[in-house]
């Protein structure tokens, strides 16, 4: 899907991988990481949100939750990171990071609620009048008071399975006046999701039928007599999209996927934000005349249709598309290579639900790769295999 942006944006970053692999320093299955180009994503987005009045909190999923690169990104200015679930922010905050924004688009669960009031999120997201008893609660019992959000939809929304949940328009306002009877809460804005999606046909990032459901709530809110102070549009947020959420109203945004130039709008290299991760992997086995490369980071909505092998010199080759029903232990090439050539893939993914190793690299673009780290899929650390720090 974003091959051919990697090679026209990042060519530096696929020989940078190559090098590491051959060093032994990285091994199949990892996704490589640019962190220089990274840190330069995220300035230009933080510049662009700042020029139209918005706040941005990073989302660190697509990168498998790195402690490290959450880290380097806060210090560009960002305002906090966004938990999608709870054990994201159980590792978040193993690593004193900072969630600004937990409960979209997961629920906390209920034993967990008084550790997440304690670590003072800016707003939690609630789906039922019952979790907004359950933090206000938790708050009396701390001393203090937290914001909220309410999720919305409407039946004509873009609800994606597995997250059907919010409160629908018609009984928002029963829902917020309800919660204003809570003492240790404060209703502070509306959520939803995706409020923003790549149109394949205009080739633009276009809104979804949920930004008009997330700006009705907002006026609903505003008719209750809450004072909004946020607004939250996440979903494809990049340099593109940042002007038009800004003109609907949107306060707050979450970028994921353009901190790494993964966008599906980048797919020719056209976009500001460039191509800083790739996927490496190395041909496994040969069975039937085709090559299998080893798996462990397919992501079934991230599109993957080719990969580059290097044999002397780098070559195209279609992947096939595993069986949603199976497990991606192997990916299947329609070439034929040598067992033990690299394999180079780039394609939108969602790392945290992966086997993937991460691999921080910095010095890419200066020609001298330096790797900063090795985690897993969940941002854990990988010590080095020689025992020595890598950097």
């Given amino acids: 899907m974003l091959l051919k942006a990697l090679q026209k944006q990042n060519p530096a970053l696929m020989n940078a991988a190559l090098l590491l692999w051959q ?105 039922s009048i019952a979790k907004a008893r359950e933090i206000a609660a938790a708050a009396l019992r701390q001393g203090t008071e937290q914001a909220l959000l309410v999720k919305v939809w409407h039946p004509n929304d873009l609800i994606y399975p597995g997250q059907e949940a919010g409160f629908s328009l018609d009984e928002l306002p029963n829902v917020i006046r309800e919660i204003k009877t809570l003492t240790g809460v404060r209703l502070v804005g509306v959520t939803h999701f995706p409020c923003m999606l790549f149109d394949d046909e205009q080739g633009k990032t276009l809104p979804s039928p949920n930004l008009n459901t997330l700006i009705e709530a907002k006026n609903i809110l505003t ?95 279609k992947v096939l598309s595993p069986d949603p029903d199976c497990i991606d232990y192997s990916l299947s090439l329609t070439e034929r290579f040598e067992v033990g050539r690299p394999v180079v893939m780039c394609f939108r993914t969602q790392i945290f639900v992966t086997r993937s190793d991460v691999a921080l690299v910095v010095g890419i673009q200066s020609g001298q790769p330096k790797l900063l780290g090795v985690f897993d899929s969940q941002g854990n650390t990988i010590p080095s295999s020689t025992g020595q720090e890598r950097l």
């Fill in 23 to 127: 060093q032994g320093e990285i091994k199949p299955d990892s996704y490589v990481i640019d962190v220089d180009q990274v840190k330069k994503n995220a300035a230009l987005l933080l510049e662009t949100a700042t020029r139209h009045g918005m706040t941005l909190y990073l989302m660190s999923k697509q990168f498998g939750r790195n402690p490290l690169l959450c880290k380097l990104l806060l210090e560009c200015g960002y305002k906090g990171i966004v938990a999608v679930d709870f054990k994201e922010a159980r590792q978040l905050y193993q690593h004193n990071l900072p969630v600004a924004h937990i409960g979209h688009l997961v629920q906390i669960p209920s034993g967990m609620v008084d550790e997440v009031v304690s670590h003072q999120p800016d707003v939690i997201t609630v789906y």
């Fill in 223 to 317: 008719r209750e007599g809450v004072h909004v102070e946020q607004v939250n549009g996440p979903s494809a947020t990049c340099v593109e999209s940042i002007p038009l959420l800004a003109r609907y109203g949107i306060t707050h945004a979450e970028p994921g996927h353009s901190l790494t130039g993964t966008m599906p709008s980048n797919q020719q290299g056209e976009q500001p934000e460039l191509i800083a991760m790739l996927y490496l992997t190395e041909i496994s086995h040969i069975h039937q005349g085709k090559s299998y490369c080893y798996g462990g980071g397919y992501y079934q909505r991230g599109h993957l249709s080719h990969a580059l092998i290097f044999d002397k010199q780098w070559q195209p080759s």
